[in-house]
Antibody
Framework: EVQLVESGGGLVQPGRSLRLSCAASGFTFDDYAMHWVRQAPGKGLEWVSGISWNSGSIGYADSVKGRFTISRDNAKNSLYLQMNSLRAEDTALYYC???????????????WGQGTLVTVSS | DIQMTQSPSSLSASVGDRVTITCQASQDISNYLNWYQQKPGKAPKLLIYDASNLETGVPSRFSGSGSGTDFTFTISSLQPEDIATYYCQQYDNLLPWTFGQGTKVEIK
């Protein structure tokens, strides 16, 4: 059974940093691209960042480019999102998501974690 | 950025009704269009991928169609368990991948 479990969220002051993690199990992690998607309270979904199976392709939304860094450790079956210079508008539930297709970077998201909440406030 | 215009933003229908949601892309995205269902307090769930393909395990009352810029998502016979917000998402090669604003479906 595919499982994605996010952690690392919490309350943080504006300008500070936070590192999110996503622990994956139930599939061959290093065969699939992974992505982060966020959802502000009461709002819609926003794609944040994605990374290919071998970290060769990485992308970011304009809203986080230069502040967030996505990475993965295939030996640990883990995905990460380093978030620096956090802003109030980064407050959201952050989901990690697995793509549906083997080795494809751009593909539908077939499994999602339950999310970890990041609140940026003084 | 490719903008996705989804409509309506909400709808109310009776059990057994046919429900249709549309999504329009600001430029041609071929068939790189997915539909997700999100129930309150839950993570999104993939229902339709590549515009018209039903994800494994998803009931056949859900369907999708379209290509290029205009796409349609249909629930052929609305069931009480279909109460949720539905999102379209494009994943054309051009970043960023964007979602529609969502359609909240309620029972009348």
């Amino acid at each position: 059974e595919v499982q994605l479990v996010e952690s690392g969220g919490g309350l943080v002051q504006p300008g500070r940093s936070l590192r999110l993690s996503c622990a994956a199990s139930g599939f061959t992690f290093d065969d699939y691209a992974m992505h982060w998607v966020r959802q502000a309270p009461g709002k819609g979904l926003e794609w944040v960042s994605g990374i290919s199976w071998n970290s060769g392709s990485i992308g970011y939304a304009d809203s986080v480019k230069g502040r967030f860094t996505i990475s993965r450790d295939n030996a640990k079956n883990s995905l990460y999102l380093q978030m620096n210079s956090l802003r109030a508008e980064d407050t959201a539930l952050y989901y990690c998501a697995k793509v549906r297709s083997l080795y494809y970077y751009a593909a539908p998201f077939d499994y999602w974690g339950q999310g970890t909440l990041v609140t940026v406030s003084s | 950025d490719i903008q996705m215009t989804q409509s309506p933003s909400s709808l109310s229908a009776s059990v057994g009704d046919r429900v249709t949601i549309t999504c329009q892309a600001s430029q041609d995205i071929s068939n790189y269009l997915n539909w997700y269902q999100q129930k309150p307090g839950k993570a999104p769930k993939l229902l339709i991928y590549d515009a018209s393909n039903l994800e494994t395990g998803v009931p056949s009352r859900f369907s999708g169609s379209g290509s290029g810029t205009d796409f349609t998502f249909t629930i052929s016979s609305l069931q009480p368990e279909d109460i949720a917000t539905y999102y379209c998402q494009q994943y054309d090669n051009l970043l960023p991948w964007t979602f529609g604003q969502g359609t909240k479906v309620e029972i009348k």
